[in-house]
């Protein structure tokens, strides 16, 4: 059975920094891309980042390019998000997700198959 659960949300003023963690099971991390999406209320959901073990691969939206770094720890089964000068507008539920077959990273949430129950981030002084 597959499994994500994400941890590390909270509460932070504009500037400050947050690490999210996707703890993973029922599968094997490294033959798989993984994401990072987040939504915001009366907003759609937004891929926000991914990251492929097998090409290397990591890929950002415009919105947190240069802020967030994404990375994974294949023997710990886990995903990580490290959020660095954060502003109120990245506010929102993160989620992260595991695709759906052997692709190459991707933003589309349709190309994920499983989620986890995400996780508030709020950036407010």
């Known amino acids: 059975q597959v499994q994500l659960v994400e941890s590390g949300g909270g509460s932070v003023q504009p500037g400050g920094s947050l690490r999210l963690s996707c703890a993973t099971s029922?599968?094997?991390?490294?033959?798989?891309?993984m994401g990072w999406f987040r939504q915001a209320p009366g907003k759609e959901r937004e891929g926000i980042s991914c990251i492929r073990t097998a090409d290397g691969s990591t890929k950002y939206a415009d919105s947190v390019k240069g802020r967030f770094t994404v990375s994974r720890d294949n023997a710990a089964n886990t995903m990580y998000l490290q959020m660095n000068s954060l502003k109120p507008e990245d506010t929102a539920v993160y989620y992260c997700?595991?695709?759906?077959?052997?692709?190459?990273?991707?933003?589309?949430?349709?190309?994920?198959?499983?989620w986890g129950q995400g996780t508030q981030i709020t950036v407010s002084s």
């Open positions: 997700a595991v695709r759906r077959n052997l692709g190459r990273c991707s933003l589309e949430s349709s190309e994920y198959a499983y």
């Open positions: 029922g599968f094997t991390l490294a033959y798989f891309a």
